[in-house]
């Protein structure tokens, strides 16, 4: 489709103005929000059936792609590709109250946090210590203030005291 000689200046017009507008900061910086995670919606786990121990399973496959299921906890076992693997309480975590099993196909033993945080102090990678050590260092710092301020205070009630005391007095 041809443009007509009308179209053709109106586009024109309007690509100037935009990058008029885009020179000038005029045009406001729209940031796209990241898209939240869902999990599929025929897999998530209700309240109720979370009750009745069903448990929504990311099931890692050897390719890297994820499936999810959901299915139903019986003797701490679950039953994924006819293989009995490992559902303790340790091994479900919970993403917005929905009871998640992290499952490699590779593996009986589920993905367990558990584990893998106490792997973290043998590590030597756990960031606990740097959240210690940072919080440390910022009740230090507001400690200090607090006490700086609470004396200045206390000088500024002593000046005013005397102030007054003299002005009553007739001093001044």
Do not use: E, Q, R, S
């Given at each position: 489709m041809e443009e007509t000689g009308?179209?053709?200046k109106i586009k024109e017009v309007i690509e100037e103005v935009l990058k008029e507008k885009e020179s000038n900061g005029e045009l406001p910086v729209v940031e796209k929000k990241p898209k939240e995670f869902k999990i599929p919606f025929f897999k998530r786990v209700r309240p109720r059936q979370a009750m009745k121990d069903y448990v929504t399973i990311m099931k890692l496959n050897e390719n890297g792609s994820v499936d999810f299921i959901k299915d139903k906890i019986q003797d701490q076992?679950?039953?994924v590709?006819?293989?009995p693997r490992l559902a303790t309480p340790q091994h479900i975590i919970h993403w917005k109250?929905?009871?998640i099993l992290i499952l490699p196909t590779w593996s009986v033993e589920p993905f367990c946090p558990h584990k893998e945080?106490?792997?973290s102090f043998s590590k030597d990678n756990n960031s606990i210590g740097w959240r210690l050590l940072i919080n440390a260092m910022g009740t230090d710092s507001a400690s200090l203030k607090k006490k700086i301020g609470g004396w200045g205070w206390l000088v500024g009630l002593i000046v005013l005291a005397i102030v007054?005391?003299?002005v009553i007095k007739g001093g001044f």
């Open positions: 009308l179209n053709k076992t679950v039953n590709d006819g293989i109250k929905n009871p945080y106490v792997n007054g005391f003299a």
